[in-house]
């Protein structure tokens, strides 16, 4: 049973009478309504479209400036390099500033609270000065002036207590009430 008009035994399950489909009996063969023609049209009658718009008008074809061309760099030892590859033994990027130079300027500029965020600041500056010797980058005037700063504010910070121990010796901060 593959098709339902194969068999009588589909048309009786169903409620056909058992007879198959190409009999033509009334029942078997399902019957569709007459169309008459339509009184009016099946789809809607539109009026007529207004003309397209005129066309755009024609410019004429500029040409674009070619990108520019940058000299090639000359190989390096001798080799030559793939097209589009940068040859190996380049010059290096510079690697930005470096983090040793702001850590010694943040830290000097500590240091006028307190001395030993100018000893901080001088150390992290020589550090830094000898890392951008050795690798390049930036920054070189950051470590310059944490150095400087660090050794100004603890050259300040010394001179106060030399004197706050001066003053404190000599009596100078006496505050006993005492009258003769």
Do not use: H
């Not at 029942?27 to 718009?53: D, E």
């Not at 706050?164 to 505050?175: I, R």
Request: charged content about 5%.
């Amino acid at each position: 049973m593959t098709n339902p008009g194969d068999s009588d035994e589909w048309w009786k399950q169903y409620g056909g009478s058992g007879v198959s489909p190409e009999s033509g009996a009334p029942g078997s063969v399902p019957q569709y309504p007459q169309q008459q023609p339509p009184s009016q049209p099946s789809t809607p009658q539109y009026p007529a479209q207004p003309a397209p718009p005129p066309s755009q008008p024609q410019y004429p074809n500029y040409q674009q400036p070619s990108a520019p061309q940058y000299p090639q760099q000359p190989p390096v030892y001798g080799a030559t390099p793939m097209p589009g590859y940068q040859p190996y033994g380049g010059y290096p990027q510079p690697q930005g500033t470096n983090g040793l130079a702001i850590g010694s300027l943040v830290s000097s500029l500590v240091g006028l609270c307190t001395c030993i965020g100018s000893i901080v600041g001088i150390v992290l500056g020589v550090m830094a000065l000898n890392q951008i010797k050795e690798r390049g980058g930036e920054g070189r005037g950051m470590a310059l002036a944490g150095i400087w700063i660090g050794a100004i504010t603890l050259v300040l910070g010394l001179l106060y207590i030399v004197f706050v121990m001066v003053l404190g010796f000599a009596g100078g901060f006496d505050t006993s009430t005492s009258t003769y």
